[in-house]
């Protein structure tokens, strides 16, 4: 699923531009303010399971404004990174967030 959805947002950039740029400068930005980085070898599960956090682009028509947005609640059979509580949000690796 995340390969077709990668293939999928790299044509929809091919033939855009501006949502190139917009997704080369925002990734780039991410980087430098340390929200995002690749992981070293050392990190990697030893167990051969990698889970990849989905991206995709909304843009407000009235605003004429884009977005990134990570879909941790994309789904691949039947599992997604996010699991939902009443007043909390449980991400995959254990760490627990109040909403």
């Not at 740029?21 to 990190?43: C, P, Q, V």
Request: charged letters at 25%; a positive charge; aromatic letters at 6%.
């Amino acid at each position: 699923m995340a390969l077709k959805l990668l293939k999928c947002l790299e044509a929809k950039m091919s033939k855009d531009p501006q949502l190139k740029e917009f997704m080369l400068a925002t990734m780039n930005s991410h980087k430098h303010k340390g929200y995002i980085r690749r992981l070293e070898d050392r990190e990697l599960a030893p167990n051969d399971i990698t889970w990849y956090l989905l991206i995709f682009t909304v843009t407000n028509p009235n605003k004429k404004k884009t977005r990134l947005v990570w879909d941790a609640a994309a789904r691949s059979q039947g599992v997604s990174l996010l699991v939902k509580g009443s007043r909390h949000t449980s991400v995959i690796d254990g760490n627990s967030h109040t909403l």
